[in-house]
């Protein structure tokens, strides 16, 4: 028998709150259907951490050279997408289901795709969304670090999951 832990970031509490993020952000018709709710809090910002929230597929972009270029990706919620390169068929891309750990290069150019692959059961009656968190970094972890790193990560910010999402969130918009 497989005794496998959940990591504390993909305990029900925080997948619930990324589903709020999700369904705040649908609820206030972003065009580009992407959010980050934590985005320049310090505790965050310390932990070189993200919360990225997405409704829609976004389409191919490079990110802002300023940003550190190595993205470490943990799935929270996945209710059909696949973030990937252009020049990746996706059906070479694993499915990223909730828990999996991935790595991009913000600088390259990238985007966020559907994938028939992945949908949550759970949540068929309800409008597709993605949530990861989004550990930046100057150079790649290697993939057997990445779980490690973001726990470590996630652990600098943990408390502020206790109930959901903070008032400085619903005071953004």
Same mark, same amino acid.
């Given at each position: 028998?497989?005794?496998?832990? &959940? $990591? ?5 509490? %925080? ?5 709020? #993020?999700?369904?705040? +952000?649908?609820?206030? /018709? ?54 990937? &390169? $252009? ?5 070479? %891309? ?5 828990? #999996?750990?991935?790595? +991009?290069?913000?600088? /390259? ?65």
């Amino acid at each position: 028998m497989n005794d496998v832990t &959940t $990591p504390s970031w993909l305990s029900e509490t %925080v997948v619930m709150t990324a589903r709020e #993020a999700i369904y705040s +952000l649908r609820a206030r /018709d972003k065009p580009d259907g992407v959010y980050e709710p934590f985005l320049g809090h310090p505790e965050w910002k310390a932990a070189n951490l993200s919360l990225l929230v997405c409704c829609t597929s976004v389409s191919a972009h490079e990110d802002h050279h300023e940003l550190p270029p190595w993205c470490h990706f943990a799935v929270l919620v996945n209710d059909g997408w696949v973030a990937k &390169t $252009p020049r990746e068929r996706i059906s070479a %891309v694993p499915p990223q289901r909730p828990g #999996a750990l991935f790595r +991009l290069n913000i600088h /390259d150019e990238h985007h966020l795709v559907r994938d028939r692959r992945v949908r949550s059961a759970a949540f068929e009656n309800y409008p597709p969304g993605y949530a990861v968190l989004v550990l930046s970094q100057e150079e790649p972890i290697p993939d057997a670090e990445i779980g490690a790193a973001m726990q470590e990560a996630f652990d600098k910010v943990a408390p502020q999951f206790d109930h959901g999402m903070p008032d400085f969130y619903r005071r953004r918009w």
